[in-house]
């Protein structure tokens, strides 16, 4: 997430698709992803600030742009200062 380093372990993300039947064909029409996330302490500015663009910036959202609506929501926990 741009300038926020993240481990593997502080990143999760959970991507459910949704069909619709177009005729007799399901065809799927919408992505929802849900991250949870652990940041450091005093990042929450940096990472919302990413998380703004997630789909303009997204490669899988811009390949599925016009066919498929990519949502997002997020938990995010800040670390504590020490």
């Known amino acids: 997430m741009r300038e926020v380093k993240l481990g593997t372990e502080q990143i ?28 450091p302490a005093g990042s929450r500015e940096k990472v919302d600030r990413a998380l703004s663009t997630h789909v303009e910036r997204c490669p899988t959202a811009q390949s599925l742009a016009g066919a498929v609506d990519v949502t997002w929501s997020a938990d995010i926990e800040e670390e504590e200062s020490a």
């Open 12 to 39: 999760r993300a959970k991507a459910e698709g949704f069909n619709e039947m177009r005729g007799k064909i399901p065809l799927l029409t919408r992505i929802h992803v849900h991250y949870t996330i652990q940041i």
